[in-house]
Structures are given as structure tokens and as C-alpha cells.
């Protein structure tokens, strides 16, 4: 069973504009991370930010987590239609590996 | 490095016949996790291993699934009597633990299944 949701399902925007997707979970975690994927393909990490972190960079990438609230968003800045691609946040609970993942959020970029 | 490799990427096979997916992770990994991923959902965790050992198995692993990786190395993960409810994408994962820390996940392509 998936762990939260994800908020929107789907996403289309013009290159150059920001996205923003929002993730939600219920148990508590040790750390949250981001992945991406391109149809058909494996997942590729994009960032890491643990239970104790507000906010992490990582490039055009930016990660909030608010514990409280149990959610997360992932902002992408400039986007590019090389973006294009769903993304997935992934809790874990037990710094095992043992990841949960949400159902995604599919971006379009159109160039 | 090269990444984690995944064989077959797509296998096709009729109900009840038997499968199986081996997975060669990034060296000196030594986690190696295998996940299942339906359409349009995201990926749900299956079994983990450290070295050669199984730590972890979820209810999703039904008795007609076995996985093991005999020397710490390559994992393979077999299903027997397949239903088409198995259709779907199987992929291996691995991570490095540093101290107490899992960290990133690196997942290979997947191998498709097909239950006709």
C-alpha cells in the first residue's frame, strides 16, 4: 500500500516556468527523498532531506519537508522539457531502504 | 561504476508457467532491494537484503515468490505459477550503508512482466 499521496497527479506547463508538487504522508519518517522517472525507465534519485531538515538545494531543485504537517514539496525551477517525467516521493521510516512511495506526479514541460 | 543491471529487461510468458529476474547491483553495494511497479502507480517494496542475508519480506510476497542472493552479490528473484495479476514491472535496487545511514536508492531499468 502507498504511503501518501501526491498532489497534483498530473502537471503540464511551459519550459521556463516553475513546478511545484506536493507530497503527503502518514507515519513518521527518518528521511524523504525524491526520484524521477522517465516512461518506461528506472527511477533516478534526485535528493535526500532528512527528518531534521527544513529545506535542501540541489541545483534547479528545491525540497521543503514540514514533519508537523507530514508533507514535502519539491520545487523545480526553469523547467525544461527534458523535465518531463513523473516524480515520486518516497518515505522511509527506519533508514532500512525500505522506501514508500507515492502514486506520483506526472510533469509535461511543452517547449 | 557501472549501474545496477537488471535481466531480462521484458519477458513475456503464459499463466502458470515459471520466471525468474536476476539483478547484478553497483559493486560493494550492500543492500540490494527489489520493488514491484504497477501502471500508473508508484513502486511498492517487495524484500531486502543485506549481504546475503533477507531482513525484510512484505505481505505482497506470496508464497510463489522466492529471492535470494547466495553470495552478496547478485540477487535473483523467482516466480513460480505465474497469474496474470503478476503482470507488471520488477525493479532491483541498491544502497550502500554508510555508518548507520541507507541513504539513495540506485535502481536499475526493471524487467518487465507480461502474464498472458
Known amino acids: 500500500s502507498q504511503q501518501g499521496e501526491e498532489d497534483p497527479q498530473a502537471l503540464s506547463i511551459q519550459e521556463g516556468e516553475n513546478a511545484t508538487m506536493n507530497c503527503s504522508y502518514k507515519?513518521?519518517?527518518?528521511?524523504l527523498q525524491w526520484y524521477r522517472q522517465n516512461s518506461g525507465r528506472g527511477l533516478v534519485h534526485l535528493i535526500l532531506?532528512?527528518?531534521?531538515?527544513r529545506e535542501k538545494h540541489s541545483g534547479r531543485l528545491r525540497v521543503t519537508l514540514d514533519t508537523s504537517k507530514k508533507s514535502s514539496s519539491l520545487l523545480i525551477t526553469a523547467s525544461r522539457a527534458a523535465d518531463t517525467a513523473s516524480y515520486f516521493c518516497?518515505?522511509?521510516?527506519?533508514?532500512?531502504?525500505?522506501?514508500?512511495f507515492g502514486q506520483g506526479t506526472t510533469l509535461q514541460v511543452k517547449p | 561504476d557501472t549501474g545496477v543491471s537488471q535481466d531480462p529487461r521484458h519477458k513475456i510468458t503464459k499463466r502458470g508457467q515459471n520466471v525468474t529476474f536476476r539483478c547484478d547491483p553497483i559493486?560493494?553495494?550492500?543492500?540490494l532491494y527489489w520493488y514491484r511497479q504497477t501502471l500508473g502507480q508508484g513502486p511498492e517494496f517487495l524484500t531486502y537484503?543485506?549481504?546475503?542475508?533477507?531482513?525484510?519480506k512484505s505481505r505482497l510476497l506470496s508464497d510463489r515468490f522466492s529471492a535470494e542472493r547466495p553470495k552478496g552479490s547478485f540477487s535473483t528473484l523467482e516466480i513460480q505459477r505465474t497469474e496474470q495479476g503478476d503482470s507488471a514491472m520488477y525493479l532491483c535496487?541498491?544502497?550502500?550503508?554508510?555508518?548507520?545511514?541507507?541513504?539513495?536508492?540506485?535502481f536499475g531499468e526493471g524487467s518487465r512482466l507480461t502474464v498472458l
Open positions: 535496487a541498491s544502497s550502500r550503508i554508510s555508518g548507520s545511514f541507507t541513504g539513495e536508492l540506485f
Open positions: 507515519t513518521s519518517i527518518n528521511n
Open positions: 532531506i532528512r527528518s531534521n531538515e
Open positions: 518516497a518515505t522511509d521510516g527506519g533508514n532500512t531502504g525500505k522506501l514508500i
Open positions: 559493486s560493494e553495494h550492500n543492500r
Open positions: 537484503f543485506q549481504n546475503e542475508a533477507q531482513l525484510e
